[in-house]
């Protein structure tokens, strides 16, 4: 599979634990993005790279929310202390920068799930 | 300040019935707008954009920015058409190039 690939799929975690999810773009991907959806909702964006920089990053991304891009490949976003009310579903999706026929269309991984209880 | 409404959260056609997925938006500028697909257990995926003017598994959307409207339609429904869709525009300018922003989505169901 040459898709976007995300880490664990799932993870179920207890209020004030620290979690790491983890997103691979598909290869040669500039672009990487973060976003997250919960129920009844459709996906709100978090943050975007573009190879290692972070360009973007919403008002939604608290202080407790970090993400890195260290060599413009993978991704990885952390939440700190974690609340219940950051139960969602956490979607990555990359995008290649240069022109063509894909430019800017985003290609979704297919999420990790986060239960704080 | 952008936003995307879909207004119909729920959508249910028989087989064989035209089918209209509605979709407005508010941009200050030009937008770039798509239709994503999500089937049941997998992953998002575009359908469709609205520069590619294109039609894919019969469903076409055309840009009315005079309505502010990129509704999805499709002749004759499928029960393989029954997915969540979502309506996605993308910023275009300053800082928030690039990110998208979805509708809430409607959840289509063709019965037999």
């Known amino acids: 599979d040459t898709g976007v690939s995300q880490d664990p799929r799932h993870k179920i975690t207890k209020r004030g634990q620290n979690v790491t999810f983890r997103c691979d773009p598909i290869?040669?991907?500039?672009?990487l993005y973060w976003y997250r959806q919960t129920l009844g909702q459709g996906p709100e964006f978090l943050t975007y790279?573009?190879?290692?920089?972070?360009?973007?990053k919403s008002r939604l991304l608290s202080n407790r929310f970090s993400a890195e891009r260290p060599k413009g490949s993978f991704s990885t976003l952390e939440i700190q202390r974690t609340e219940q009310g950051d139960s969602a579903m956490y979607l990555c999706?990359?995008?290649?920068?240069?022109?063509?026929?894909?430019?800017?269309?985003?290609?979704f991984g297919a999420g990790t799930r986060l239960s704080v209880l | 300040a952008q936003r995307v409404t879909q207004p119909e959260k729920l959508l249910s056609v028989f087989k064989g019935a035209p089918v209209e997925l509605k979709c407005n938006y508010s941009?200050?500028?030009?937008?770039?707008l798509f239709w994503y697909v999500q089937y049941s257990r997998q992953r998002l995926q575009l359908l469709l954009r609205?520069?590619s003017r294109e039609s894919i598994k019969g469903f076409t959307a055309d840009l009315n920015k005079g309505e502010t409207s990129f509704h999805l339609k499709k002749p004759f429904a499928q029960e393989e058409d029954s997915a969540m869709y979502y309506c996605?525009?993308?910023?275009?300018?300053?800082?928030?190039?690039?990110?998208?922003?979805f509708g809430r989505g409607t959840q289509l169901t063709v019965w037999p």
């Open positions: 609205h520069i």
């Open positions: 999706a990359s995008s290649p920068i240069a022109g063509g026929p894909e430019k800017n269309i985003q290609y």
């Open positions: 941009y200050s500028g030009s937008p770039e």
């Open positions: 790279f573009q190879n290692e920089a972070q360009l973007e």
């Open positions: 996605a525009l993308r910023s275009g300018r300053g800082s928030t190039l690039g990110r998208l922003y």
């Open positions: 290869s040669e991907h500039n672009r």
